[in-house]
């Protein structure tokens, strides 16, 4: 069952939701509305072993925009 990203266009919530079906349609837990827009969502790092770290993009600082990765993002 794929776990995906979506941003409810109404309310603007961005939103993990499971799917259970191919055929199901993704509904936003704060408003109920349908009108779900699937984001390109980025996969999870592979675990680090204490003390090591993962090289990041930009630096690692976070820009604080919603769905921030760490850096990267030329803001």
Same mark, same amino acid.
């Given at each position: 069952?794929?776990?995906?990203?979506?941003?409810? #266009?109404?309310?603007? %919530?961005?939103?993990?939701?499971?799917?259970?079906?191919?055929?199901?349609? +993704?509904?936003? !837990?704060?408003? &109920?509305?349908? #009108?779900?827009?699937? %984001?390109?969502?980025?996969?999870?790092?592979?675990?680090?072993?204490?003390? +090591?770290?993962? !090289?990041?993009? &930009?630096?690692?600082?976070?820009?604080?925009?919603?769905?921030?990765?760490?850096?990267?993002?030329?803001?």
């Amino acid at each position: 069952m794929p776990l995906y990203e979506y941003e409810c #266009k109404p309310c603007k %919530q961005v939103v993990e939701v499971l799917l259970r079906r191919e055929d199901e349609v +993704a509904e936003c !837990p704060h408003c &109920g509305n349908k #009108k779900m827009e699937r %984001q390109l969502s980025v996969t999870a790092s592979p675990a680090v072993r204490s003390g +090591a770290s993962l !090289p990041v993009a &930009g630096g690692g600082e976070a820009c604080g925009m919603p769905r921030c990765c760490g850096g990267g993002c030329q803001l």
